[in-house]
């Protein structure tokens, strides 16, 4: 059974369990999706779904958007977000998705895009030591110190850790725990944190590491 949805996040809550033991808890809007495209081995050479979430009014998307969605002879909503899982389910286009395709104490990968920080320090960004303290150091405190050799080579490497942009990297959050599904509200509850901030989309897979 294909067990893959899109989904945003709403942000985090606790329960408790028959033991009165806290369980801090990330609550996720999931679903329903359908399935706008199936990929082949022979027509593309991998074999994928891609499902579609969040309806909206059709002047919302171009016509191209709005074609792609009609390829199909089942008749869809206007979607928003497209997503492409790989999987090996024979899925058939216009089919929907609900949280019930997850069950209770499963795990699962939430794959997110991380919170933007925009330009930040070596300190921040890479948790480096700084300069001393004390001993007459008096702008050197959280400066990321030499990075680079002497004369050979001379310069600093590409890639080398330092100050740059941070966030809005994509996240996966792997093997939680599925506590709560509530195909009511189309809402599942996963044990911890996931990447993003609240209303940040996300997709949940199957874990691969279960």
Same mark, same amino acid.
Request: charged content about 25%.
């Given at each position: 059974m294909f067990k893959g949805l899109i989904g945003k996040k709403i942000g985090m809550t606790q329960i408790f369990d028959e033991q009165g033991v806290a369980i801090p808890?990330?609550?996720?809007? @999931?679903?329903?999706?359908? %399935?706008?495209?199936? =990929?082949?081995? @022979?027509?593309?050479g991998y074999q994928a779904v891609q499902l579609g979430f969040g309806e909206v009014k059709p002047k919302?998307?171009?016509?191209?958007?709005?074609? +792609?969605?009609k390829r199909s002879s089942q008749t869809m909503p206007p979607l928003r977000f497209l997503?492409?899982? =790989?999987? &090996?389910?024979?899925? @058939?286009?216009?089919?929907?998705?609900?949280v019930d395709v997850f069950t209770l104490g499963e795990r699962v990968d939430v794959v997110g895009t991380?919170?933007?920080?925009g330009f930040a320090g070596a300190v921040k960004r890479y948790h480096f030591k700084g300069g001393p303290k004390t001993h007459g150091q008096s702008d050197r405190q959280r400066a990321p110190g030499s990075r680079g050799?002497?004369?050979?080579?001379?310069? %600093?490497?590409?890639?080398?850790?330092?100050?740059? +942009?941070?966030?809005?990297?994509?996240?996966?959050a792997q093997n939680l725990k599925v506590v709560l599904v509530d195909p009511e509200r189309n809402l599942i509850g996963v044990r911890g @944190?996931?990447?993003?901030? =609240?209303?940040?989309?996300?997709?949940? &897979?199957?874990? =691969?590491?279960?």
């Open positions: 808890v990330t609550l996720i809007e @999931a679903g329903p999706c359908y %399935v706008t495209q199936v =990929r082949t081995s @022979a027509n593309d919302r998307l171009t016509g191209g958007q709005l074609g +792609h969605l997503r492409e899982f =790989r999987t &090996k389910e024979e899925l @058939a286009e216009g089919e929907r998705l609900t991380s919170k933007g920080k050799s002497g004369t050979t080579p001379g310069r %600093v490497f590409k890639g080398s850790r330092g100050p740059g +942009h941070m966030g809005s990297d994509r996240v996966t @944190a996931i990447p993003g901030a =609240r209303g940040g989309l996300v997709m949940i &897979k199957e874990a =691969r590491k279960g």
